[in-house]
T-cell receptor
Framework: SQTIHQWPATLVQPVGSPLSLECTVEGTSNPNLYWYRQAAGRGLQLLFY??????ISSEVPQNLSASRPQDRQFILSSKKLLLSDSGFYLC????????????FGEGSRLTVL | AQSVTQLDSHVSVSEGTPVLLRCNYS??????LFWYVQHPNKGLQLLLK??????LVKGINGFEAEFKKSETSFHLTKPSAHMSDAAEYFCVVSGSGGYQKVTFGTGTKLQVIP
């Protein structure tokens, strides 16, 4: 099975500051990669997914961006954070051509003040 | 197109009593179905999955779910709730192919009363 490493686990950032969340995957090659966000009391919102290096699809227009510089590395970024960016961010992966089973990281709690 | 509906946002049971979390799905093809559990401030963990094999699927921690195509349902059950089962549960439907579109339900929070 796959192991997802995600960091940092928690961070508190001021409005207007940059953001970088990183995720790496072990145990598979050429995975599909995903960034989800959970706002307080809400379900999971898919932000970005990637089917390969440099290939990023955005599901929701926002001030966030994602990059995949290596096969098993996925980065979520922002140049200027907004209050509404606060939430719990989850990185996930799945096997290309598989059943859609997702493997999740432990999440990153972002608070924007 | 695909969608998933979790019929209860909150379920409360007493410890030792049965658990039933309801999920209905819609899909234009043969889907894969999953249940995930999330404890507070943690990632999601797979409980069980249906991928067109046996319709009664057994998962971890005593949970099971039955795929009923005629009812388009995939309800999650457990005979006897434990305090450690208190968490949020997500029903998920997935398509097939190189990139599998994954659709999450809105979640059901399970409370277990001692």
């Amino acid at each position: 099975s796959q192991t997802i490493h995600q960091w940092p686990a928690t961070l508190v950032q001021p409005v207007g500051s940059p953001l970088s969340l990183e995720c790496t995957v072990e145990g598979t090659s050429n995975p599909n990669l995903y960034w989800y966000r959970q706002a307080a009391g809400r379900g999971l919102q898919l932000l970005f997914y990637s089917v390969g290096i440099g290939q990023i699809s955005s599901e929701v227009p926002q001030n966030l961006s994602a990059s995949r510089p290596q096969d098993r590395q996925f980065i979520l970024s922002s140049k200027k954070l907004l209050l509404s960016d606060s939430g719990f961010y989850l990185c996930a992966s799945s096997v290309t051509g598989g059943t859609g089973e997702l493997f999740f990281g432990e999440g990153s709690r972002l608070t924007v003040l | 197109a695909q969608s998933v509906t979790q019929l209860d946002s909150h379920v409360s049971v007493s410890e030792g009593t049965p658990v039933l979390l309801r999920c209905n799905y819609s899909s234009s093809y043969s889907p894969s179905l999953f249940w995930y559990v999330q404890h507070p401030n943690k990632g999601l963990q797979l409980l069980l999955k249906y991928t067109s094999a046996a319709t009664l699927v057994k998962g971890i921690n005593g949970f099971e779910a039955e795929f009923k195509k005629s009812e388009t349902s995939f309800h999650l059950t457990k005979p006897s709730a434990h305090m450690s089962d208190a968490a949020e549960y997500f029903c998920v439907v997935s398509g097939s192919g190189g990139y599998q579109k994954v659709t999450f339900g809105t979640g059901t929070k399970l409370q277990v009363i001692p």
